[in-house]
């Protein structure tokens, strides 16, 4: 039997309480089936009542602050108040937000250390974008987003790393398995340079993953599990992957 792999869904802006209450009911009822460990990382409006709910269900937050302190920061809510809400894990720098908000290694790194502050498990997201892949860059990209925020402390061992490629999200497109297979490798051999702590590190492959192509991706070794989009907000898709060993 295959070990258990780390499948991750990320809502992002969708659903209201009901779809998200009725959704993780389900999950419950059949949680016989399930063969892998899962989170749910839905919109930080949903966490405290959808926690609150269902204490067997491990909840991430989709970002978090960078200060660690009550303080005059509209519109954000920070890694101690997502501990006070049940809330595990977060991801930080997933490529919508570097996009949309202009998020860069500095405000990352920042996030990544606030978050381990409060015990908070961050699922640090990686990737390159297309005109860095034509242009060969792919390894490049990620060795400077990986060693300009990870540190050499005990406490890092906490950080998940998902490897999605910006061009793969939402696009129906993926890179091949021997792709997607050598480049988790590489990040792991990466992190293994920069310390013994990341010797577990998980490192999960996100962008377009469904019901299809999930089973390929989830029985390669050097993959520990998925980041789901789309396929995460359609429970028959997102409870195959949960079922799959
Ligand atoms: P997708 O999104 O599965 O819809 O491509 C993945 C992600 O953005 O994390």
């Given at each position: 039997m295959n070990k258990a792999k780390l499948i991750v869904a990320n809502w992002k802006m969708n659903f209201f309480y009901k779809q998200a209450y009725n959704f993780c009911k389900k999950i419950i009822s059949k949680k016989k089936q399930i063969k892998n460990n899962f989170i749910i990382c839905p919109p930080s409006s949903l966490i405290f009542r959808l926690s609150n709910k269902f204490r067997q269900i491990n909840f991430g937050a989709q970002d978090c602050s960078a200060v660690n302190e009550f303080g005059a920061y509209t519109g954000d809510i920070n890694s101690k108040m997502l501990k006070d809400i049940n809330c595990k894990y977060t991801l930080i720098g997933h490529s919508e937000r570097r996009e949309l908000?202009?998020?860069?290694e500095s405000l990352i790194s920042l996030k990544i250390l606030s978050a381990l502050k409060s015990n908070i498990k961050p699922i640090l997201c990686v990737g390159e974008n297309l005109n860095q892949k034509r242009r060969g860059d792919t390894k490049k990209i990620l060795k400077y987003q990986l060693n300009k925020v990870?540190?050499?402390?005990?406490?890092?061992?906490k950080v998940i790393i998902a490897y999605e490629p910006v061009w793969a999200i939402g696009t129906g497109k993926t890179p091949s398995i021997e792709d997607i297979s050598n480049t988790i490798l590489y990040i792991k051999n990466v992190l293994a340079k920069k310390s013994?702590?990341?010797?577990?590190v998980l490192v999960l492959y996100g962008g377009s993953v469904n019901t299809n192509n999930s089973k390929l991706f989830l029985n390669n070794i050097n993959i520990d599990g998925l980041l789901v989009g789309?396929?995460?907000?359609?429970f028959n898709s997102f409870f195959s992957m949960l079922k799959h060993k």
């Open positions: 908000y202009k998020e860069d990870l540190l050499k402390k005990k406490e890092f061992k013994s702590i990341y010797k577990n789309g396929a995460s907000l359609i």
